[in-house]
């Protein structure tokens, strides 16, 4: 993974280069050329059937619907699902409307919530009277939308702001994670090679927060604060002799992942099924939570020869997690 902390070294003493070559020889060249011919037939089917749906099927199939149940797509999708699949619909109607207002609705802030309902059933004359429920189900739904996105901006703002050790601050973060990691410890020095003890590369460890900022600290913390008896136990089988790696390193990288699938929006049907209103940065959390303790178990499963397959084996945990996410009913949260 180009760029995040663990991807150079991710066990003391054990530089990671030649990871690539591991990954095996390229395919043929006939065989990629296939590949690529087949791949590009199928975007071109999809691509295809999504112009003809967007502009022709999908609204004489509306019109039939209203005309047969005398009610909107919206209100029939609220009649139907439930949970994520019920957002992610509202939000694809919203999205894909020639409506303006309708459309708008998926960029709607917080604190316009309530009016933008209105509009939208001033818009679809949504009788408040005769479908009492609509004006609930609907703010319900553009809560979890606008949070979503303003729950990556507020991720990226944190990821964006960079490890400071002339902020007071941000030194006692990182000295809190040390004495929640090694309470019966002491840290003889700021600048010390004590941090390899906890998973750090170097005698600094602010030259590991360059890919993530103060994010990869605070996921660190959360985690340490609140499973701590969870970090001890990963903490100790980092230590493996054969199957170690390190630690704080390991927990940087899943805070890249964890913020990628919330940029790629893959956290959508998982957030929207674990928080009934709007996701926040506890909820984020969580789900770092989650990867921490997950990909620590997947990796003394998949007991990789060794620690120069990190790539690999991280790359095998993310396509894991992603599949999961699928799940229009998944609610990934840690059980212990």
């Given at each position: 993974m180009e760029g995040a902390p663990g991807s150079q070294e991710l066990r003391r003493g054990g530089p990671l280069a030649g990871v690539g070559a591991?990954?095996?020889?390229?395919?043929?060249?006939s065989s990629a050329r296939c590949a690529r011919k087949?791949?590009?037939?199928?975007?071109?089917?999809?691509?295809?059937?999504?112009?003809?749906?967007?502009?022709?099927?999908?609204?004489?199939?509306?019109?039939?619907?209203?005309?047969?149940?005398?009610?909107?797509?919206?209100?029939?999708?609220?009649?139907?699902?439930?949970?994520?699949?019920?957002t992610?619909?509202?939000?694809?109607?919203?999205?894909?409307?020639?409506?303006?207002?309708?459309?708008?609705?998926?960029?709607?802030v917080q604190t316009e919530v309530d009016k933008c309902v209105e509009d939208i059933m001033k818009e679809k004359n949504i009788?408040?009277?005769?479908?009492?429920?609509?004006?609930?189900?609907?703010?319900?739904?553009?809560?979890?939308?606008?949070?979503y996105k303003q729950l990556y901006l507020d991720v990226e703002s944190v990821r964006k702001r960079p490890y400071d050790s002339e902020n007071l601050q941000h030194e006692k973060l990182l000295l809190k994670l040390w004495n929640l990691l090694m309470p019966t410890k002491k840290l003889k020095a700021?600048?010390?090679?004590?941090?390899?003890?906890?998973?750090?590369?170097?005698?600094?460890?602010?030259?590991?927060?360059?890919?993530?900022?103060?994010?990869?600290?605070?996921?660190l913390v959360y985690f340490s604060e609140n499973y701590t008896s969870e970090a001890h136990?990963?903490?100790?089988?980092?230590?493996?002799?054969k199957l170690g790696y390190s630690y704080a390193i390991v927990g940087i990288n899943l805070t890249e992942m964890a913020y990628s699938l919330l940029k790629s929006e893959a956290l959508k049907f998982h957030l929207y099924n674990f928080v009934p209103g709007i996701p926040t940065m506890e909820h984020f959390h969580q789900f770092y939570c989650y990867l921490v303790y997950e990909f620590d178990k997947f990796w003394?499963?998949?007991?990789?020869?060794?620690?120069?397959?990190?790539n690999m084996y991280r790359e095998k945990f993310h396509e894991k997690i992603k599949g999961l996410l699928l799940d229009c009913n998944v609610s990934l949260t840690l059980k212990i």
């Open positions: 591991l990954a095996g020889a390229p395919p043929p060249r087949q791949t590009n037939k199928h975007t071109m089917f999809i691509s295809l059937w999504e112009f003809f749906y967007g502009h022709f099927f999908r609204f004489w199939m509306k019109w039939l619907l209203r005309h047969m149940t005398g009610k909107c797509e919206l209100q029939r999708i609220f009649d139907t699902y439930v949970g994520a699949q019920r992610h619909r509202i939000e694809n109607s919203l999205t894909y409307s020639k409506n303006k207002i309708l459309q708008k609705a998926t960029l709607v009788n408040p009277e005769k479908d009492a429920s609509f004006k609930i189900c609907m703010k319900a739904c553009l809560l979890q939308i606008s949070g700021r600048i010390s090679k004590q941090w390899a003890d906890i998973g750090f590369q170097g005698d600094d460890p602010k030259t590991d927060f360059r890919g993530m900022g103060i994010l990869g600290l605070i996921n136990q990963i903490l100790s089988r980092s230590n493996h002799p003394f499963e998949e007991k990789p020869e060794s620690i120069m397959y990190f």
